[in-house]
């Protein structure tokens, strides 16, 4: 199972926290997966693979704090 689904705001890790918004997710041969996010201000697709992606918090959500609280044990 994928760790971000299509619609899901992301940061990319690597890169100054820069986010944008995962449209596709692509399984690799060995298990992994890919994915083709809509980054901000670029107009242009990024391909990603999952370790490189962080979720963007949205402050104050619920939910998102407790999946944030989780993924970090």
């Avoid at 449209?23 to 980054?39: E, Q």
């Avoid at 242009?44 to 979720?55: D, G, R, S």
């Amino acid at each position: 199972m994928s760790k971000f689904a299509i619609g899901e705001q992301v940061d990319n890790a690597a890169d100054d926290h820069e986010g944008g918004t995962v449209i596709a997710v692509f399984p690799t041969v060995d298990g992994k997966f890919r994915y083709a996010v809509d980054m901000e201000g670029y107009g242009a697709l990024q391909f990603f693979t999952e370790e490189k992606l962080v979720i963007h918090p949205r402050l104050g959500h619920a939910s998102e704090m407790q999946r944030l609280h989780r993924s970090s044990l």
